[in-house]
């Protein structure tokens, strides 16, 4: 049971002056460290949303620059490629028009050597043909 004697306000007096004491010396320092590192907690989360934010930035950047290294390089590719077939073409014709050429003198030749081949079979008949008649002449 509680009772009120002289010792009640003894007790008041030292949980009221232990309790100014204690707030002065360990509760505010305490109440001070935990906002103090709820601050820094705080400012770190910030800190690290605004690093995410820039980090996201820079991929965003970064993909954009890929992309675009990506176009250009299929540009240039491209472009490559149909000066390669453009010069494949050419190189195509100016084969084929060789072939042509290489044909039709092959042609020239070998009928300038039929005809020679001709006239020195006309003259071997004449002459397979004097000989014939002068050997029935002579028989």
Do not use: H, Y
């Not at 305490?30 to 400012?43: M, N, Q, Y």
């Not at 770190?44 to 605004?50: F, H, I, N, P, T």
């Not at 970064?62 to 149909?82: G, P, V």
């Not at 050429?101 to 071997?124: G, P, S, T, V, W």
């Amino acid at each position: 049971m509680l009772e009120f004697n002289q010792w009640f306000f003894v007790l008041l007096a030292n949980f009221l002056v232990l309790f100014f004491v204690l707030n002065a010396i360990l509760f505010k320092p305490l109440a001070k460290v935990f906002k103090e590192r709820e601050a820094a907690t705080a400012g770190a989360l910030d800190e690290a949303k605004l690093l995410t934010v820039k980090k996201e930035d820079a991929i965003a950047k970064m993909n954009a620059e890929l992309m675009s290294a990506k176009n250009k390089a299929k540009e240039i590719f491209d472009s490559l490629r149909e000066v390669g077939v453009a010069r494949q073409k050419e190189m195509l014709s100016k084969a084929e028009a060789e072939a042509v050429e290489m044909i039709e003198k092959a042609r020239k030749e070998l009928q300038a050597e039929a005809e020679k081949a001709r006239a020195a079979l006309k003259a071997d008949i004449e002459k397979l043909s004097e000989e014939i008649v002068s050997k029935l002449v002579k028989a």
